[in-house]
Every structure is written in C-alpha cells, then in structure tokens.
C-alpha cells in the first residue's frame, strides 16, 4: 500500500459542492524525499524509504550522516517505508508530493494516539466509580478494589484491568474521504478527525 508522511495542522470545516458544511483535518502532507528504494533482486521485495522534514547535521549521527551525503539529501527527522510504489519509475532523492491522492478517494490515517498519562481504572477502563462500590471498596469510590483471586490460583492474572499510562498508541483510521487537496501549500483535507495531536506526524496511507 502506497502512501506518504504529513503533518497534522488542525481541524476546520469547509462548505462542499453540495453546500454541506464538513468537518474536516488538515494535513501538511510532505514533499517525503525517497531515501532508499528496496527491490526484489536485491531484498526480495519492493517498496520505498521515505523521509518527512529535514534534521540538523549536528543531530545525526556520522554513518547515518554519511548515508544521506552518499545520495546528496539532507537528514531527514521521519522515516518510514511504504509498499505498493512502482520502484522501477523512482529513484532515490526523488520528491512524493500530496498529488498521490485525488479528491473523493478513501484513505487511512495511522497515528500515535495522545497521550494521557497515569490515569486511574475509571478513566482507563470506565470502572463504575460511585454507585458501583462492588469488591470491597466501601469508603473509596474511585478505586479499583480487590483484584486477588482467591487461595487459587493465589495470584494476579496476566491482563487484570488497572490503573496505568493512557494514550500514545498507534492508531489507524480507515474509510477516511479525501475533501480538497491544495497543490501548491501540500495540504490535504481529509474529512473527520485523525489521530495524534496537533503537529503530530501522521501516515497517510491508500487503500
């Protein structure tokens, strides 16, 4: 599956040709540079590296450096590799621009999700809370209560609902309707929400 790397910008809303007002995300999608281009004679398969803003020097480190100076790019921060490119017609150094897409066609958006922090088992997990001061908790509404299992097994199980870190996974949306596309800034609108939070990278990716 082709696709290319953006940045979310923010939501808006725009008026469609049917005059509906839809709500829609807009996306800083590239120009991705074409690092590295994998075929099947030499890797046994075939899809390109793609890299997503540029990177100070002093940042990278020498052999990696050394690789972007061997095909005259300049570091890049992101990186991903995509299937589903004709390798024979790219080459590396080569531009992919927002035009992969075309307006009325569905896309997916994968992200990492935002991040929420510690959070509690009513937040994480949507535990009852007051009202529902079931397993020993009677004097603390928000807690969990008991997670023991008896004299057997005597321990806790793998996977048990607790408190804990919130958010910050990858995500994918699909069946996402590309709006409007603007050439000339690389911006694309897609309509919904997306994942990740605003200047968050995010994968756009064809169906």
């Keep these: 599956m082709s696709g290319m790397l953006g940045k979310k910008i923010g939501m808006t809303s725009i008026f469609n040709a049917e005059g509906d007002l839809v709500p829609v995300t807009v996306i800083q999608a590239g120009p991705c540079k074409v690092v590295a281009v994998r075929d099947n004679k030499k890797d046994g398969y075939s899809s390109l590296v793609i890299g997503f803003e540029e990177k100070k020097?002093?940042?990278?480190?020498?052999?990696?450096?050394?690789?972007?100076?061997?095909?005259?790019?300049?570091?890049?921060?992101?990186?991903?590799?995509?299937?589903?490119?004709?390798?024979?017609?790219?080459?590396?150094?080569?531009e992919i621009k927002v035009n992969l897409f075309s307006v009325g066609e569905k896309i997916k958006v994968r992200a990492k999700s935002k991040g929420k922090g510690f959070q509690g088992v009513m937040k994480r997990h949507n535990f009852g809370g007051v009202g529902g001061t079931t397993h020993g908790q009677s004097d603390r509404l928000r807690a969990?209560?008991?997670?023991?299992?008896?004299?057997?097994?005597?321990?806790?199980f793998k996977g048990q609902r607790m408190a804990g870190r919130k958010g910050f996974e990858n995500v994918t949306v699909r069946n996402l309707k590309v709006v409007k596309i603007i050439e000339d800034d690389n911006l694309i609108m897609i309509k919904g929400a997306v994942p990740g939070a605003i200047n968050s990278v995010v994968e756009l990716i064809k169906i």
Aim: glycine share 10%; aromatic share 8%; net charge positive.
């Design 57 to 94: 020097e002093k940042h990278v480190t020498k052999p990696v450096l050394g690789q972007y100076k061997k095909n005259n790019l300049t570091p890049l921060k992101k990186l991903r590799e995509f299937k589903g490119f004709d390798v024979e017609t790219v080459k590396v150094g080569d």
């Design 144 to 156: 969990p209560g008991s997670i023991g299992a008896s004299s057997f097994p005597s321990r806790v």
